[in-house]
């Protein structure tokens, strides 16, 4: 189906991006259009302007620090992280990035647009509740930090408000982690899957269980589905998996990426 007619704004810095997308309600931000632009075909929306982020390059860019902290830039590609010698400082970001769709949205994908959508079948929101992130918004007001697991708030809906906009995103040092998942085919969209982080204690965040990930945490890996089954679990049935499917995958998967992080 064709775009309903829209209009497109390439700002060339983050303020000129705020301003157009503060003085119009119905403005979107434009990252790798691999979501977006696949909504708006099928009509589920319809921004009357397209606020394009791509000359951006403030944010783009993967940062290192002394303490081993990664700062991302939200416009950064999956492929990007997947080549990039700085993001192997946590290497479950380029290993999870190799493992969403195709080639192309993964060229075209930004981490900033994953975790925008907040599609709660996406790779990268469970992931970064799991290890820790911090997300940093700009707007009107100027610049505020939101831990990832007070930033994703509903299906499609994120802590990043009207006429803001996500900017960078940061990630502490560490390497045991783990991402166990089911998909729908080799590349394809998650029917469950589990992030999981270990320091001192495990921290696993589920996805596709509920609107936003679920964190549990326990004392070691074999902790971790008693943890998942005391959240009681209510996730949605589709035509993929039935809720109780979801419930019984939710630990398995858990527990594996539990493993696989205490592994490492
Ligand atoms: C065939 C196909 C299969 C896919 N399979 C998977 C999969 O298995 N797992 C997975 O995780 N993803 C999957 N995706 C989705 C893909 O990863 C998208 O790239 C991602 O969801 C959105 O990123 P984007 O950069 O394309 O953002 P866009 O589509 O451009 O934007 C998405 C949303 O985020 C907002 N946004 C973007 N950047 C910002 C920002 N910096 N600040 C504020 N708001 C912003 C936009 O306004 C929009 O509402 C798939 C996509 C396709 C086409």
Redesign the pocket.
């Known amino acids: 189906m064709l775009l309903r007619e829209v209009e497109y704004a390439r700002p060339g810095s983050i303020e000129d991006a705020l301003a157009i997308l503060g003085s119009n309600p119905n403005a979107?931000?434009?990252?790798?259009?691999?979501?977006?632009?696949?909504v708006m075909k099928a009509r589920a929306?319809a921004p009357d302007v397209l606020v394009d982020?791509n000359g951006l390059d403030e944010?783009r860019g993967i940062d290192l620090a002394g303490d081993g902290t990664l700062t991302i830039g939200?416009?950064t590609?999956?492929s990007e992280l997947m080549g990039s010698a700085e993001a192997k400082a946590r290497p479950i970001l380029g290993e999870v990035c190799a493992t969403?769709?195709?080639v192309q949205?993964r060229n075209?994908?930004?981490i900033?647009?994953?975790v925008?959508?907040n599609?709660p079948?996406?790779?990268?929101p469970p992931l970064m509740v799991a290890v820790g992130a911090r997300m940093t918004i700009a707007g009107p007001e100027g610049e505020r930090e939101v831990p990832a697991e007070s930033f994703f708030l509903g299906v499609?809906l994120t802590a990043?408000g009207q006429g803001?906009?996500?900017?960078r995103i940061s990630i502490p040092a560490g390497k045991k982690d783990g991402f166990a998942a089911v998909?729908l085919g080799a590349?394809?969209?998650?029917i469950c899957n589990a992030a999981a982080s270990v320091n001192g204690t495990v921290r696993v965040a589920l996805g596709c269980v509920d609107a936003v990930p679920v964190l549990v945490t326990a004392d070691s890996p074999d902790g971790v589905a008693g943890a998942v089954r005391a959240t009681n679990l209510m996730p949605p049935s589709d035509v993929h998996a039935s809720s109780e499917y979801r419930t019984r995958l939710a630990e398995i998967l858990a527990t594996r990426a539990a493993q696989e992080a205490a592994s490492r």
């Open positions: 979107r931000a434009l990252a790798g259009g691999q979501t977006l632009i696949n929306a982020l944010l939200a416009m590609t999956y969403i769709a195709d949205v075209r994908g930004t900033g647009g994953n925008c959508s599609d079948t996406n790779h990268l499609y990043v803001e906009l996500l900017t998909t590349e394809g969209t998650c």
